[in-house]
T-cell receptor, first 112, second 114 residues
Framework: DQQVKQNSPSLSVQEGRISILNCDYT??????FLWYKKYPAEGPTFLIS?????DKNEDGRFTVFLNKSAKHLSLHIVPSQPGDSAVYFC???????????FGKGITLSVRP | ETGVTQTPRHLVMGMTNKKSLKCEQH?????MYWYKQSAKKPLELMFV???????ENNSVPSRFSPECPNSSHLFLHLHTLQPEDSALYLC?????????????FGPGTRLTVL
């Protein structure tokens, strides 16, 4: 059973608009969440993270929101740029170690 | 060479072959990981090494055998694989195994088992 779910396989957004990528989780023990981005033929690269003691973390155009009661997090990209077109993975971990549980990923396409 | 490198990038092998995947990190990290990404499935953690000691083995079949001779190199030895083992195998490294240590991924080896 998947503990981290990215239910939408793809998202298409116009350049300059906001991209909202969603992620849900089932394990209430998860307390640290990450987003990774992956271009074709490359490995995933870390984007942004959030601890469960926060509900928002911002880094430039990227903001992650965490709703613990709903077991839901989202990544907002604004403004979206064509270079943001990639696969975005949500990941979560529990406890002190780095064992990550990933979602299946969502393919974002930003149209010029 | 910088970051995390993996060789080969593509590999086709028969079920009776023995092959090895290689990963090298040039970041001075202490922890290294093997992940598997099958089609339409999430990345799955296979093994974790910290300071050359295996600290995690995620119920991986014995036909996959990891080796970490030093903190910069990680191998995945493959033997008598099955077609369902065809996948993208990703290596990663991090400073240590704390959850806040960012994992840096290599480009992966695309494995096809015939």
């Amino acid at each position: 059973d998947q503990q981290v779910k990215q239910n939408s396989p793809s998202l298409s957004v116009q350049e300059g608009r906001i991209s909202i990528l969603n992620c849900d989780y089932t394990n209430s023990m998860f307390d640290y969440f990450l987003w990774y981005k992956k271009y074709p033929a490359e490995g995933p690269t870390f984007l942004i993270s959030i601890s469960s003691i926060k509900d928002k973390n911002e880094d430039g155009r990227f903001t992650v929101f965490l709703n613990k009661s709903a077991k839901h997090l989202s990544l907002h990209i604004v403004p979206s740029q064509p270079g943001d077109s990639a696969v975005y993975f949500c990941a979560a971990t529990t406890g002190a170690n780095s064992k990550l549980t990933f979602g299946k990923g969502i393919t974002l396409s930003v149209r010029p | 060479e910088t970051g995390v490198t993996q060789t080969p990038r593509h590999l086709v092998m028969g079920m009776t072959n023995k092959k090895s995947l290689k990963c090298e990190q040039h970041l001075g990290h202490n922890a290294m990981y093997w992940y598997k990404q099958s089609a339409k499935k999430p990345l799955e953690l296979m093994f974790v090494y910290s300071l050359e000691e295996r600290v995690e083995n995620n119920s991986v079949p014995s036909r996959f055998s990891p080796e970490c001779p030093n903190s910069s190199h990680l191998f995945l030895h493959l033997h008598t694989l099955q077609p369902e083992d065809s996948a993208l195998y990703l290596c990663a490294s991090s400073q240590d195994i704390r959850r806040t240590d960012t994992q840096y991924f290599g480009p992966g080896t695309r494995l096809t088992v015939l």
